[in-house]
C-alpha cells in the first residue's frame, strides 16, 4: 500500500477496508458504534516508509466506526473514533516509540475513486512509494490536530497534505 493511516484505521479505497479492520458488510451498513479489529496491526512490519523495518504492538485497540453512509452516487462516508495507542519499533536498532494514535477521522471515498481523509487529534500516516515530485515523500508522520488528505483510493497516491501543526518525523525518532 502507498498510502495508510493506522490511526483511526482510515486509508485508501481497499486500504480504507482493509487497514481499518471495517468489513465491506459494515461499510455498507448503517450500524452505529460497531467494534473495528485492529489486531492485524499487532506484529506487523512496515518496510518502505523508513530507512529500516518497524514492527507494530498494539497496546490499546478501541475503537469504533459510529457512522457510515454511502450516498446515491456510490461515495462512501466513514467516521472512525475511538482509542487506539501503538508502539512502533525499529528492528534495526531496536529503539521504541509508543504512540496515541486515536483520531478521530473522517474518510470520504467518491464513486470516482478519489479520497479525503480529515483527521483530528493525533493520528499516524504512513506513505511509501510516493512518486518522485509528488505531494508527499515516504515516510511515518504522527500528526496533531486538523490534517486533510487526498489521493487516489486506487493507487493510494498521495494528491494533498496539509496540517495545521507540523508533523512529527517518526522515522527521525526511531533512528
Do not use: W
Not at 500500500?1 to 481497499?14: P, Y
Not at 487529534?121 to 510516493?130: M, P, Y
Amino acid at each position: 500500500m502507498q498510502l495508510r493511516t493506522i490511526a483511526s484505521g482510515l486509508t485508501a479505497a481497499a486500504a480504507l477496508i482493509a487497514f481499518s479492520g471495517v468489513s465491506p458488510q459494515m461499510a455498507s451498513a448503517a450500524s452505529h458504534r460497531v467494534p473495528i479489529d485492529n489486531s492485524g496491526i499487532d506484529g506487523e512490519v512496515l518496510t518502505g516508509a523508513c530507512a529500516f523495518p518497524v514492527e507494530f504492538k498494539l497496546v490499546t485497540s478501541r475503537e469504533y466506526e459510529v457512522k457510515t453512509s454511502t450516498g446515491t452516487d456510490g461515495t462512501v462516508t466513514s467516521r472512525v473514533t475511538g482509542s487506539l495507542v501503538v508502539t512502533a519499533t525499529n528492528l534495526s536498532n531496536g529503539k521504541s516509540m509508543t504512540l496515541n494514535v486515536s483520531g478521530p477521522s473522517t474518510a470520504v471515498v467518491a464513486a470516482d475513486g478519489s479520497l479525503t481523509i480529515s483527521a483530528e487529534g493525533r493520528t499516524l500516516f504512513d506513505f511509501t512509494e510516493q512518486p518522485a515530485g509528488g505531494a508527499v515523500t515516504n515516510g511515518m508522520f504522527l500528526t496533531r490536530g486538523l490534517v486533510s488528505v487526498s489521493g487516489d483510493a486506487t493507487t493510494g497516491v498521495v494528491t494533498s497534505f496539509s496540517s495545521k501543526t507540523a508533523p512529527t518525523d517518526v522515522c527521525s525518532e526511531l533512528s
